[in-house]
């Protein structure tokens, strides 16, 4: 077997890309990249099964950017189908990226809003189209895609695709595209619909998979509770904490070491203080050596953990595992989660949500491919208004995430800060009367859904009765 590939100078790819690479700051190729970009360098059909995080994305960009070299034309020869119009943006990011040393022109098809700027692009002259189905065929039914030049066809997330009930959309374009060309499907399982795809839409594939990295185990219990600001999820935390018996070994993930800190110091003073430690990049590596043996000898009952901090920390027998936050780093939920449950053991993991982590939480059930059920705050939990500055950070999360999404969004967050703090709009105390800081009850009534707690993803915050 040839030696897997470790550097990205090892694939026959242009200087142009190599520096791209080079500017994202990837080291190593990924084993789907090191696997899949030599076979689609050198032609073949390719049949790729790999998640979403795995750097699948790159691994057909790549190549394709190498074999379109440069801008030839004005017909598009490479068409590169994917189920949502996020997916479509996203792949795009990933050529502007890696092309941005190219002339290669593309363009992102897809619904949602008026095709005039897409046609506009189209009638320019491009190499590359990333597109939806629908939007596809629609514009090629306007006779605004000339498709006699194609030469290079990726299904992406096919199994999105099929699950989305696009197959026929599929169909009726393979009718259209020229028959010789090089085909590439990428998908994240390999169900019957997917392989029966793969017969009709490959000739002699080569199958390259990659395990799924993010697979939580069947012992977890995953729940998550939406909470509206820092000072509600110690409620939310505090409360939880009362079931001693059940609470007996508990890690509290946190994201910063700022927030560990901070929220150890509020449990100390709340919890007896040989209950809980803390351990993040700041302490000693003695400290953190020792409190990790005093919570594995079940000496202590709750360690506060940074990610990076919690690296390598085996312990079974944790009863609970609680995201105090969503990670930023996908990945990291699975690897906080599978502290809990180890050989076998049953474990549960608790996730607090804000409004502006939901978007994440969606990112990562799309990585574990699962629902977190969503449980109601306790009633006797006191759900804090949030903060002025800590409703600011969250809008304007919520903004950037927006803007992530649609390039055109302008950000309501942005507009909404200038309304405020227009001197005009304040009334005789020199107070924003729409400011949340004076609005004495906030948004919290007790017992209600909260005003403002539907979250980008379309969450609700909820209580139980
Ligand atoms: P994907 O699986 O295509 O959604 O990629 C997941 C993430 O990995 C994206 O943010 C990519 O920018 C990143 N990525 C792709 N290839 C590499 C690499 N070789 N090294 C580091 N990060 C990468």
């Known amino acids: 077997m040839a030696t ?7 694939f026959k ?5 190599l520096n791209a690479v080079e500017d994202l700051g990837y080291d190593q190729p990924t084993p789907i990249q090191q696997k899949a970009i030599p076979l689609i360098l050198a032609g073949h059909d390719l049949l790729g099964i790999a998640q979403t995080g795995t750097g699948k994305t790159a691994a057909f960009v790549l190549p394709i950017l190498m074999k379109a070299k440069y801008a030839q034309g004005t017909e598009p020869r490479v068409l590169i189908l994917a189920p949502t119009r996020e997916l479509v943006m996203q792949i795009e990011e990933n050529i502007r990226e890696l092309g941005k040393y190219t002339d290669l022109r593309y363009v992102s098809l897809y619904g949602g809003l008026g095709p005039k700027t897409q046609i506009e692009i189209l009638e320019a002259g491009v190499d590359i189209i990333i597109s939806t189905t629908g939007r596809f065929l629609d514009l090629y039914r306007k006779g605004k895609i000339p498709v006699k030049a194609i030469r290079t066809m990726v299904l992406d997330e096919a199994d999105k695709m099929m699950d989305m009930g696009f197959l026929h959309q599929i169909k009726s374009i393979l009718e259209i595209i020229p028959t010789k060309r090089q085909n590439l499907l990428f998908s994240a ?6 392989e029966k795809l793969s017969e009709e839409f490959l000739e002699f594939p080569e199958k390259v998979e990659i395990a ?13 509770y939406m909470v509206p600001n820092f000072k509600t999820k110690v409620n939310v935390l505090m409360h939880l904490l009362e079931d001693e018996q059940a609470f007996n070994r508990v890690i509290v993930f946190v994201k910063t070491r700022k927030v ?11 919890l007896p203080e040989d ?11 003695n400290t953190r050596i020792n409190s990790m043996e005093a919570f594995k000898e079940g000496n202590v009952r709750l360690l506060v953990a940074t990610d990076v901090a919690a690296r390598g920390l085996d312990v079974s027998m944790v009863s609970h595992v609680i995201n ?56 006797a939990v006191v759900i804090e208004k949030t903060p002025f500055d800590e409703q600011q950070l969250i809008l304007r999360e919520i903004d950037d995430q927006k803007k992530k999404l649609d390039p055109d ?57």
């Open 189 to 194: 399982t390999f169900h019957e619909k997917v």
């Open 409 to 465: 969004f302008k950000g309501a967050f942005h507009e909404k800060k200038a309304r405020e703090f227009t001197p005009s709009k304040k009334n005789a105390r020199g107070t924003d009367p729409n400011s949340q800081k004076n609005n004495r009850r906030g948004n919290t009534k007790r017992g209600k859904p909260i005003k403002g707690g539907q979250s980008p993803t379309g969450r609700k915050i909820k209580r139980s009765k």
């Open 212 to 224: 799924p990295q993010a697979t939580t185990t069947d012992t977890i219990e995953q729940s998550l």
């Open 13 to 17: 790819i242009n200087k142009q890309l």
């Open 260 to 270: 560990a800190e901070s929220l150890f110091k509020y449990l100390v003073r709340k």
């Open 275 to 285: 209950q809980v430690k803390v351990i993040h990049a700041n302490k000693g590596q």
């Open 4 to 10: 897997p590939i470790e550097k990205f100078s090892d």
């Open 324 to 379: 105090f936050d969503v990670p930023l780093i996908y990945e990291d939920y699975v690897h906080r989660v599978g502290r809990t449950g180890r050989a076998n053991h049953a474990g549960t993991a608790i996730t607090f949500v804000n409004d502006a982590e939901a978007y994440h939480l969606g990112q990562i059930e799309q990585l574990i491919r699962m629902k977190i059920p969503v449980v109601e705050i306790p009633e």
